[in-house]
């Protein structure tokens, strides 16, 4: 019943910038958070920036103050702003949405299909 489209990754040379995004669709009362979480080759996937509906962040300590998370709430729209990339990001990226569906209210946690993002030297 909910969706998530994700866009924005693909390849980058060292030092550019990205900025992945990812709407949320269907019936949804409301989010408690979004965010992205890498999973690497061989890697388990873990959570790289997560906004809360509060408007509090959280980043992997590594890479806070060159990515930036915001949310525009009257999209359902989460973005993440990658900046001054290097090739230690390249991994796949997958927007995770945990809302209350409507009527009901029951919370779910929903997954995009993933996007890779490629940092070459």
């Known amino acids: 019943q909910v969706q998530l489209v994700e866009s924005g990754g693909g390849s980058v040379q060292a030092g550019g910038s990205l900025r992945l995004s990812c709407t949320a669709s269907?019936?949804?009362?409301?989010?408690?958070?979004m965010g992205w979480y890498r999973q690497a080759p061989g890697k388990q996937r873990e959570l790289f920036a997560l906004?809360?509906?509060?408007?509090?962040?959280n980043y992997a300590d590594s890479v806070e103050g060159r990515f930036t998370i915001s949310i525009e709430n009257s999209k359902n729209t989460v973005k993440l702003q990658m900046n001054i990339l290097k090739p230690e990001v390249t991994a796949d990226y997958y927007c995770?949405?945990?809302?209350?569906?409507?009527?009901?209210?029951?919370?779910?946690?929903?997954w995009g299909q993933g996007i890779q993002v490629t940092v070459s030297s």
């Open positions: 269907g019936s949804i009362f409301s989010i408690h958070a």
């Open positions: 995770q949405s945990y809302v209350a569906l409507l009527r009901t209210m029951s919370q779910y946690r929903y």
């Open positions: 906004i809360i509906s509060g408007g509090n962040t």
